[in-house]
């Protein structure tokens, strides 16, 4: 196990010069020191060696090493790379299409390997590096190694906090971003014969399956047979992801590596064990070349390749030994490939099938020959493994670093997978063979496409029926980055054989059991908190953009009253106070279209579904509001108008009512009423434009409504307690002041308040 060893403390510097800063010399001047340590302790040891599988100064020598590794891939820019000019306003560039151009539903994506630069204020200056190029609309014209040049503002890619675009581009060694420049072709330049004739081969294959199947069957096809996942209906897409499903068409870790067992599989009932691993190699190479050869795709094939090591003397051992080299030499090639969701899927798939695949067939058959004899139970188990084992042991694997990155958790996937996988394998072989054909013979093609299609709509059809189950896929929110840590500690404790033979296995496995004790303490707790008491409860929270209002209502009803510019602060903020499973909200009401108020929400209402999205102000025009009611249309959510004076009961049977209120210049804000509690956020309102003797018991206020009126004004209304979102110092001293990330906690049975402040 000594290349385990290594490679993983290789991998563990790269993840720790990630986040610690120590200049490169250390780095560097550490690993050798350590080394030379460590090779000479080695020969000093020999023959009677006692320790570790290898000298902890060689292991410290990788950690070290692995760090070095990481900040020498850190970029330093200069006069001469393209992404030293970012920023620096309009400029005009010259270069080559790297690939073909990414057509997308609306728009269109170029990779350009830039040349020239010509600044707005200078001459023109050879550069070097690659641009992404974002275009309004489809352009058919453009071609792989075709000459452009283009006019337009040199940014850094985009990120907010669903995705960065920036982390995910660099991993590429794309540092440069230009939206909907001029583009003028200067014909065709110099390319690559083979990936020329690839693309070539991918785009007739694609125009075909376009002209033979309908959707969105094709879209299917076209993603599981070329990978080109520009098709799918929005629908069709989240269904995908609500069952777990999704690996199906995405040419991931996760896929690949299902498809080389299915390939080690199939050529090892053919041939001997040396042939079938090296015809399995090429079958995943040809289909990474036929699915155009992208990175994500290589270190998915590179992974899936690792699993065979492992299967071909067929030790697990060996199998994790291939497997951790792998990563780290990729991860040599590539430092930043360890923060990739893709390389991590890629590995924590590999990873099931090399610990759990062999051992899982195994209790299968074995649970299978005594209640229908060994041939029976063989025939049954073969397809059992094939479909339903592997999956499940590479689904077991990825599920903690899903979790971390999709933030989402499919409840069906254990019912979607099992009745999807086994029609799979069958739609890519005869879906291969009818591609193949309709490349020479169309006709031929569309024949033996037929029962391709009848497969492909039964995948999706399905796929739809079980992705429209209420709840079926539960949004987390914000995963902290231990949690995935945790996962795997408490996975490994539990299922990994030899553990309680090992002093450290005979410890582990019952802090392991204390663990689960306090996290099912924790969710137990956390399911109390959040179910109804007979109280009514808000949560003002001091977000930007806010402050933003979680009301629950006696009878368990969840209102959220407004939003925020932060998903992940406002998600998190609901998480700690909404069920841990199956939280949503019962309703969304928005008294505030400004921008901040507004950004966050769209990815907030993915994660906590509402149902029903209700405005009290006209919505302005704004690329937020655009998101917001794209994402609402998609997942099917009404969006109606609160009228001014209107009343919503939160909660019929108690009688909690909300009341809009308006003003002028299309300002709004809100009252809650039960028995003798009110609650006023006047929002943009100013205190002369609020009815008449209101008194409330409980003020909300923020930098805009001490922008309407002084703080005298506001005393005056007569609130019991004043809580106010500010940085400003000249307020009264028996306000509540909350501060970026607070929460003022409400409690009440409609007479008497009790507060709290908690983050």
């Known amino acids: 196990m000594p290349l385990l060893w290594l490679s993983a403390a290789f991998l563990l510097g790269i993840a720790l010069a990630s986040v610690v800063s120590v200049p490169l010399p250390v780095w560097l001047a550490g690993g050798m020191l350590t080394f030379a340590g460590g090779l000479a302790e080695w020969r000093a040891r020999r023959g009677r060696w006692s320790g570790p599988p290898v000298p902890c100064l060689l292991i410290a020598a990788a950690l070290l090493l692995g760090g070095a590794r990481c900040q020498s891939a850190v970029p330093r820019f200069t006069s001469a790379d393209l992404a030293f000019y970012n920023g620096i306003g309009p400029v005009r560039l010259s270069g080559t299409l790297a690939a073909p151009p990414d057509r997308r539903d609306g728009s269109t994506l170029l990779r350009v390997r830039v040349e020239r630069l010509v600044p707005e204020w200078g ?58 420049p001029a583009v003028e072709s200067r014909g065709m330049g110099p390319r690559s014969p083979l990936w020329a004739a690839v693309y070539g081969l991918r785009e007739r294959g694609y125009r075909w399956i ?37 690996h199906i068409v995405a040419i991931s870790g996760a896929n690949l590596s299902v498809v080389t067992a299915l390939f080690l599989l199939l050529f ?73 969701a893709s390389f991590q899927l ?137 949690l995935p840590w945790l996962l795997y500690a408490l996975l490994f404790a539990f299922t990994l054989p030899g553990r309680a033979r090992t002093p450290a296995g005979g410890v582990l496995r019952p802090a392991a059991l204390v663990v689960v004790l306090l996290l099912g303490s924790g969710l137990g707790w956390r399911s109390m908190r959040a179910a109804p008491d007979g109280q009514l409860h808000l949560s003002v929270m001091a977000l930007d953009g806010g ?55 769209p990815l907030t209402l993915e994660r906590f579904p509402p149902e029903q999205v209700l405005w009290a102000v006209e919505p302005p025009q704004r690329a937020s509001v655009d998101r917001l009611r794209a994402k609402l249309h998609q997942s099917g959510v009404p969006l109606e108008r609160f009228h001014p004076a209107q009343e919503m009961l939160l909660d019929p049977a108690a009688g909690v009512r909300l009341v809009a209120l308006t003003g002028a210049g299309g300002q709004a804000g809100w009252l809650l009423e039960w028995k003798s509690l009110r609650v006023l956020n006047p929002g943009g309102l100013p205190p002369g434009d609020l009815p008449e003797n209101l008194r409330p018991g409980l003020l909300i206020l923020n930098d805009g409504s001490l922008e309407k009126g002084s703080p005298e004004a506001w005393a005056a209304l007569g609130a019991q307690v004043t809580a106010v979102a500010s940085q400003g110092l000249d307020l009264p001293v028996d306000w509540v002041r909350l501060t970026p990330g607070q929460v003022l906690e409400v409690s009440s049975d409609g007479e008497v308040m009790r507060l709290s402040i908690s983050r």
């Open 210 to 246: 376009l002209d033979t199947f309908s959707q969105p069957e094709a879209a299917l096809m076209a993603g599981v047979l070329l990978g080109l996942e520009r098709d799918f209906p929005p629908e069709l897409e989240q269904a995908f992801r609500d069952t777990g499903t999704a």
């Open 268 to 340: 090892g009932r053919l041939l001997p064990r040396g042939p079938a691993a090296l015809a399995s190699l090429a079958a995943v190479v040809f289909y990474t070349l036929l699915v155009g050869g992208q990175p994500p795709v290589v270190r998915a094939a590179v992974m899936g390749a690792a699993a065979m090591g492992g299967s071909l003397i067929g030790r697990r051992g060996s199998g994790l030994n291939s497997l951790g080299f792998c990563a780290a030499l990729m991860c040599l090639f590539s430092p930043h490939l360890l923060r990739d």
């Open 547 to 601: 402050p933003a209002v979680l009301a629950r209502a006696p009878g368990g009803q969840v209102i959220l009253l407004g939003g925020s510019a932060s998903a992940n602060a406002l998600s998190g903020a609901l998480g700690q106070r909404l069920p841990p499973v199956g939280a949503h909200l019962d309703a969304v009401v928005l008294f505030d279209g400004g921008e901040k108020a507004l950004r966050g929400l």
């Open 346 to 482: 890629s590995f924590s798939a590999t990873l099931g099938l090399v610990l759990y695949g062999e051992r899982l067939e195994r209790r299968v058959t074995a649970w299978l020959q005594p209640r229908m004899g060994e041939g029976r139970a063989a025939r049954l188990a073969a397809p059992l493994n094939e479909y339903l084992m592997l999956t499940l042991a590479a689904q077991i694997t990825t599920l903690p670093v899903t979790l971390y990155h999709f933030q989402r958790l499919s409840l069906t996937t254990l019912i979607a997978n099992p009745l999807v996988l086994p029609a799979q394998p069958l739609l890519m072989i005869l879906g291969g063979l009818a591609l193949l054909a309709g490349w020479v013979l169309p006709g031929l093609g569309a024949l033996l496409g037929l029962p391709v299609w009848t497969l492909a709509a039964y995948t999706t059809r399905l796929v739809l029926l079980l992705g429209s189950i209420p709840s079926g896929a539960v949004s987390l929110g914000p995963v902290p980055g231990w």
């Open 123 to 180: 001459a023109a200056r050879p550069v070097r590096g690659m641009a992404l190029v974002r275009l309004s609309g489809t352009q058919d014209q453009l071609a792989y190694g075709e000459r452009v040049t283009m006019a337009g503002w040199l940014e850094a890619p985009p990120e907010d906090e669903s995705f960065s675009y920036r982390d995910y581009l660099a991993r590429q060694g794309i540092y440069s971003y230009l939206e909907d």
